[in-house]
Nanobody, 123 residues
């Protein structure tokens, strides 16, 4: 069983940066990992995903060019570096892992989820 714990969220001014971390209790070196977010009253929104090796990454159009997903399999940790943050980035951010090598944009394809970390961007 894999457990995921996010950290690194907080309150930041527009234009600022945050780095989110997703630490896994078990080994996830062969799992694809994604970041999703959910704003109040909205559905889960795909943010970014990374393959098991880190060789393949995809981003939503809303964060492309501002965010970078990466992973350190030796540390069982996946990161999301977010720059040039905007108020519309405000949401709870979740990491999720799927027990396969390939990435997916679809939240339903992920098997394990963290509890989320709040990101609030003030204008």
């Amino acid at each position: 069983q894999v457990q995921l714990v996010e950290s690194g969220g907080g309150l930041v001014q527009a234009g600022g940066s945050l780095r989110l971390s997703c630490a896994a209790s078990g080994r996830i070196y062969n799992y694809a990992v994604g970041w999703f977010r959910q704003a109040p009253g909205k559905e889960y929104e795909f943010v970014a995903t990374i393959s098991w090796s880190g060789a393949t990454t995809y981003y939503s159009d809303s964060v492309k060019g501002r965010c970078t997903i990466s992973r350190d399999n030796a540390k069982n940790t996946v990161y999301l570096q977010m720059n040039s943050l905007k108020p519309e980035d405000t949401a709870v951010y979740y990491c999720a892992a799927r027990s396969t090598y390939s990435t997916s944009y679809n939240s339903r394809h992920y098997d394990y989820w963290g509890q989320g970390t709040q990101v609030t961007v003030s204008s």
